[in-house]
């Protein structure tokens, strides 16, 4: 039986990156390179099989996906030769994508939302489906009182437009009996209310923020310091990049939500805040293809100063796709084995993973193989 | 009681630096940063105490360990405000250092050897000595029948130089009944023989070659390439490095040695071996001060091509010297302990560890800190 | 006869770093590297030696000179042995710095700061006085019509304190009959009223902003691109500096100054604007050395993207030291020659140079050298 | 009337790109990016345009045209669009490729290379052909008497193979009448005896070895700090490149010859020869995009330790292909205007450059500009 994923922001270029991906790896004509749930170390037969996904999703935009996927194919994101091979699959992921619903109160707009991912799970006779957000990065959203428990959020949702729209999706997938995964820093599922109506509903969920460039290397370079005992003075980064992700972000609202859960993991993993910012600057020409400067300044034995630069140049959606299709997978299979709540062993996966969990990737690693391997038991 | 660390190569700058910085430790001049056995993780009553370390060595060279610090003063290795404060312990360890001995055999060299580090032991009460080689590296040796076991060895030693200095130097150790750690990618205690000698003793020993720039930060890095399952093409790497290190490696015959080294930990990590090299160059100018540079194409999902480069600036003894106060107190709490032969769980210090172990850094952690913790119960 | 440079800002780091140097050249403990006046193209007769320069200057900090001189001593930028040898020139130099006069108007003040100039010229019987701005960056100054022309300036001086302090230093020099260079991107002489008043006086002046690190390599890099006919699409940089400069700039307003000043090289040499912006981040552990890295995306035939970094790790004040007294020679010798106005010439030494000028180092350096051979027909 | 160009190693990736371009230029479907001879300073009614050049050339290898350009497309060297749109100028190109003859002796084969080129210019009608050297770099040659002059070399050529093949292309063009182009390393016509054959027959010639990325920056580096009169003390470069060019400097002799070419303009703009060497690496993953990466370590004022990085990320054929086109057009204009020996006004173009010239880059621009500018008068 099939599992579907429904993605939130399903015209983007993460969204479409993962669909033909999965496609031409169906299809032989691609490996499954970037996928951690293809690992040997990885492989069960508690997940669901890769060509076992099938995509539909919400947008707000309505380019069709053929013409994002060319715009991919230019820049060089996916390779053109694959487009052509895959444009049939494209074609029925693209029929499955709806337009964000508008309705009075945020509750109608939520029914709305349920439904359309109802209806896809009823027209492909799915097992369940995985409600993954990959859209635009909301700005830093506001705390209100109805956001801490579920009977205040019921109440509010049917007068006051209380969620922002990355938690209204989360709230709609839980009543849709769906689990969720929030790939973006927006609030999405991380609100009290949400996270009780999960438990409630016994349903699991995931995030936040897909960990692809400058916070992955982060993640074990500096538990290498500290398991050496140096001392990190400063870091400071640079993150240049374009694409729509860019544009959005170069924006000072989710710029600022983007920066702070990138340097999480210093604090973390050091034990200590070292000084230096990590910047966003949107610059159009470096497209989906990232550039990342940072500067590490340490001192060593008897306080000699020392220091390491790095430089990353990697293709966003390429790196995020795969990890979409491993989260699905993963998500899928922690329903099924009946697992509910917050799926704290995922945090190798994220920026800003919730709970308390080690950030140094190395343990995450292992939190994640012993959760793979938990299920297989299940 | 105190316990001894008699360093071969003892004029050098690794060397200097050890016995430097153990002295400014203990009178609390400054902060053991650097040494991974003050991590809180790590600590634990059956290390010897940092302030319990006597120093003696052999060197080749004569002069005065003072007139050495000072050079690594001028260099900004050590602090000269420090310098000063611990003359009088330099004074010390100056009066400790014996010349290498000449002898007619090889054997009588190391009859020579083993009673030097015997008197030494005797004359500070020692409850026991670690022999840490941190002399000038040798180039490749040839292989010799007498290196396969130790009857032949025993024998060829009356008549042959069959034995590199490095170990010459592991076999006195050895006959004197002392631990012995490699800190070099020279031969040392490398042979089928001497792996013998130390077993019948019922000594422990450890290495080889120190891990401290370049190959650790890829003790980090291939890992995380390998879990995030990205296809490493490309790792070429350039040490820039001076000192007297650097003038050796400059040689072709070592460089070759410490080269292969480097690369090792890239085919044990990533399971392949990506194409490029390590070179190493010779620069007078850098000094004590390393430049590595490194560039890692990758390829990520539907063939994506990515890169990072990463430049280390490391003062080289100085990420040394506080492995080599490590490494003397873990093995001489292993040999306390009762242990012998190859201390694989030493990996974490090397480029090139003894036995089937781990490369990654995160899994040689963790196998550090269960053998410390096994040692506690000892 | 000798010179005089008075400083403006003389406790701070490049002041300081000038006095120290000069003072060891003349000693004939130190090299010249750095001061372009010593490369055989330039030298003559025409100039000022450097040894017959004498110092002096204002600033609003009482901290002595041997103080602020043990830090930068401290901090590696200058040599400590150096420091002893050149205590006595100090103390002289000490003892010639002003506390910036306070006065109920403008106008008083400034008669106050050219007193103690006009004292300095008579105590040591200088041939001549050239004040150099190195006192902490201002932030942008607001336009006033006082600064549109000298008349109305004069008047207003008396009520209003339309000057910021550059500016009312480089009016101060003016009536006391000085040249005078900007070395920092300050308003300063930069308003038409001081223009005005130069003219008057006779006297040269010349500036804006010391060319020491970042924007000295795009003066050559950016040149290439444009001889080489390939399209810069992106020019995007990032400042890390310490020190009190970094302080300073670290504040939204001084920095917005710099970073403007900075940008200036690329559209002047390439003919357009990349994309791209120039960021100053303080990072106090960086100190006076600053790293700067800059990433750079351009375009070649038939529309190939190619790119390039670069990282500068350079001491700010050690680059600069050696311009100012490049600058005093200059001006002073300018001033001798009967040159009044703006010395467009000089933009070699500016990021922000007064004038149409050529931006390319290259060409700037032609300029100067044609200038400097004027004045030796002098 | 139009110009030809004979390419020698008309297969390769520098001149299929250089192909591919002026047809698409030619076409307007191009900017002549990368084309200096395009650029305002040096447009002139003296050099013929770049819609007159028409190709044929020499090769070792029998590939198509169209096959070679395929690959570059795929390699992302030339855009797939452009390579359609130019097929019958592919083709037309392809139809004037002869395979190098092979002779009895050296003089025969020169003379069956100048039947080709001649031919050529009859089949076209061309005013004159210029011969560009392109083919794969040879290794260091040994010297010999015959290289001495023209009548030894030419009885020599009789018997004895005493010429590399690139020299026997410039033997044989300049006995076609021909003037010649060595964009590679090669030896080519930098023998006294064909520098006397120039000369006799009346033909210019230029060369030697493109200068395309590590080289270019050095170039505008080396005077920054030569200007600056900061002391360089360390330049060491690591070059990682793959393709046909980069397969054939790996193996150790004309790596040599590159290498040394490379580090001329060091010893030339610096006036001494800093520390450190040049690395060719091969990488076939790299392919056709070069990285290099240099450390530079200088001193400034009083000694104090600087360093400057920098990496370079070019496509070497998008590099050259221009300046293939411009030195065809530059050297084909000085023939006209009756120019003969070396053109050393060409130096901007080399990293080798002939005769005693500037190596920093804006003094060979201003070289080349009034080069151009003398041949409009002519
Ligand atoms: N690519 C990575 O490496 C990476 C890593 C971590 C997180 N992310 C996050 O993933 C998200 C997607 O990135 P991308 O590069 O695909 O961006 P994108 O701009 O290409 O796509 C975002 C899509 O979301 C849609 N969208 C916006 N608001 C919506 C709404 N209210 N409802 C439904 N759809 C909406 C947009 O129309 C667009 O199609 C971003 O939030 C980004 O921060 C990406
Ligand atoms: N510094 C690091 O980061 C690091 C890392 C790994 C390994 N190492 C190794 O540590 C060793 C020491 O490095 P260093 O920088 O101190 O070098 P160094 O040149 O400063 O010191 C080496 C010392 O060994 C002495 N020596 C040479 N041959 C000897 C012999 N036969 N017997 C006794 N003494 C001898 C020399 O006289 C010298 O005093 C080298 O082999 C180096 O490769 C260093
Ligand atoms: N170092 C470089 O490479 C470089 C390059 C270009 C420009 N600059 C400029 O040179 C200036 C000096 O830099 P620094 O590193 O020496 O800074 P610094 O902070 O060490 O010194 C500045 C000094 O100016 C003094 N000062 C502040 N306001 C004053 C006033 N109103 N009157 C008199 N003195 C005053 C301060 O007390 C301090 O002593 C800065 O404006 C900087 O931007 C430096
Ligand atoms: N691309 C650059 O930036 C650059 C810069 C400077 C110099 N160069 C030089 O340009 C040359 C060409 O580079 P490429 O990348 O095109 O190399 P390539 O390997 O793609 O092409 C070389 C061509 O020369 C042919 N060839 C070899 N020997 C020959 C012979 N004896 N006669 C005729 N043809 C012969 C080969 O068959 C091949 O087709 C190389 O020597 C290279 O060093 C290139
Ligand atoms: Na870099
Ligand atoms: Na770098």
């Known amino acids: 039986m099939a599992t579907g994923v429904w993605l939130v922001g399903a015209r983007g270029s993460v969204a479409a990156t993962s669909i033909v991906g999965a496609a ?18 990885l492989q069960g037969a508690s997940l669901p099989p890769l060509s076992d996904l099938v995509f539909g999703g919400h947008d707000i935009a309505d380019t069709p996906l053929a013409k994002k996927v060319d715009a991919l194919a230019a820049a060089g994101v996916v390779p053109a030769r694959l487009v052509a091979a895959v444009a049939g699959e494209l074609a029925s992921a693209d029929a499955e994508i709806r337009l964000a619903p508008a309705a009075d109160t945020q509750r ?41 428990n579920l009977e205040a959020l019921d109440d509010a949702l049917r007068s006051d437009p209380v969620l922002p729209p990355s938690s209204l999706y989360a709230y709609a997938a839980f009543s849709a009996g769906c689990s969720h995964v929030d790939f973006t820093p927006s609030t999405g599922a991380r609100l009290p209310a949400l996270a009780e109506m999960a438990r409630r509903h016994g349903l699991p969920h995931a995030g936040h ?13 500096a538990p290498m310091f500290a398991m050496r005992n140096l001392r990190v ?20 609202g989710p710029n600022a939500a983007k920066a702070s859960s990138k340097q999480r993991v210093l604090a973390e993993t050091l034990g200590y805040e070292p000084q ?40 966003d959606s390429a790196l995020a796709a795969p990890l979409v299709l491993d989260l699905a997978r993963l998500t899928a299979a922690a329903h099924r084995a009946g697992r509910s709540g917050p799926l704290t062993e995922l945090a190798f996966f994220f920026k800003d993973p919730l709970g308390t969990v080690p950030h140094g990737l190395a343990e995450q690693w292992a939190a994640l193989a012993a959760f793979v391997r938990g299920l297989g038991n299940a």
Chains 1, 2, 3, 4 share one sequence.
């Open 276 to 315: 230096g910012h990590t910047r966003i600057e949107y610059v159009d020409d470096i497209g989906d293809f990232k550039t990342a400067w940072d500067l590490v300044t340490f001192t060593g034995f008897l306080g000699t100063a020392m220091r390491m630069e790095f430089s990353w140049h990697g293709c």
């Open 108 to 148: 109608e707009a939520a029914a709305l939302i349920a439904a359309d991912i109802a209806a896809f799970r009823d027209r492909h006779g799915l097992e369940r489906v995985v409600v993954v957000n990959v859209a635009s990065t909301e700005p830093l959203v506001q705390a209100h009182p109805a956001h801490e």
């Open 233 to 252: 003075r400063t870091w400071s980064g640079t993150n240049l990049l374009g694409g729509g992700d860019g544009a959005n972000l170069a924006e000072a």
């Open 209 to 221: 923020d897909g960990k692809t460039g400058e916070t992955l290397v982060k993640s074990v370079l």
């Open 24 to 41: 031409a790896i169906r299809a032989g004509l691609a490996e499954p390179t970037g996928c951690v749930t293809e690992l040997p170390q």
